[in-house]
């Protein structure tokens, strides 16, 4: 049996942060863009003021992008597939202050908690030492395990379902 249960509950913890905060950040935006670009459209209308109209709507826009990306870094990070974009993402996230900077203290706490489990992504652990060669590999990530093996030690997949 495994010892290596908690295998990615870093990451996961930081996925559902993530996702939290994008979709919180992507409420705001789409609300906020709404508001500017109305406001800029507004502007639009008066001679002279069509460069605030403009900066008024790319502000909406670059919010709403920036949550999407917040959101698609929450997925990657529960996937545990690509640790440099879910740590980019929560980065970004800290810019989206959605619900009044809840999207941002959220990105900030997912941030600390990739940062930290950059193991989870990758698989590579130092304290944990590799099993003697067995010939046997996991189908999922084709990692040597032991031949008694019924979870995945590196990865956590179960064999018996
Ligand atoms: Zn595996």
New binding site residues.
């Given amino acids: 049996m495994s010892e290596r249960k908690n295998n990615g509950s870093m990451s996961t913890a930081a996925g559902i942060l993530l996702i939290i905060a994008g979709i919180m950040a992507l409420i705001t935006w789409v609300v906020a863009g709404f508001l500017l670009g109305t406001v800029g459209l507004g502007l639009s209308m008066v001679p002279g003021a069509e460069g605030a109209a403009t900066i008024l709507i790319v502000c909406g826009v670059i919010g709403v992008i920036l949550s999407i990306l917040t959101l698609l870094g929450g997925i990657s990070a529960l996937q545990k597939k690509s640790w440099k974009f879910a740590l980019a993402a929560s980065i970004i996230g800290l810019f989206t202050i959605g619900f009044y900077f809840i999207s941002s203290i959220l990105s900030l706490i997912a941030l600390i908690l990739i940062a930290i489990s950059k193991q989870e992504f990758y698989g590579e652990d130092s304290s944990y030492t590799e099993p003697a060669t067995t010939g046997r590999v996991?189908p999922?990530?084709?990692?040597p395990?032991p031949m008694d093996a019924q979870v995945?030690p590196?990865?956590?997949?179960n064999f018996k379902e």
């Fill in positions: 996991c999922n990530c084709g990692r395990i995945c590196y990865c956590g997949k």
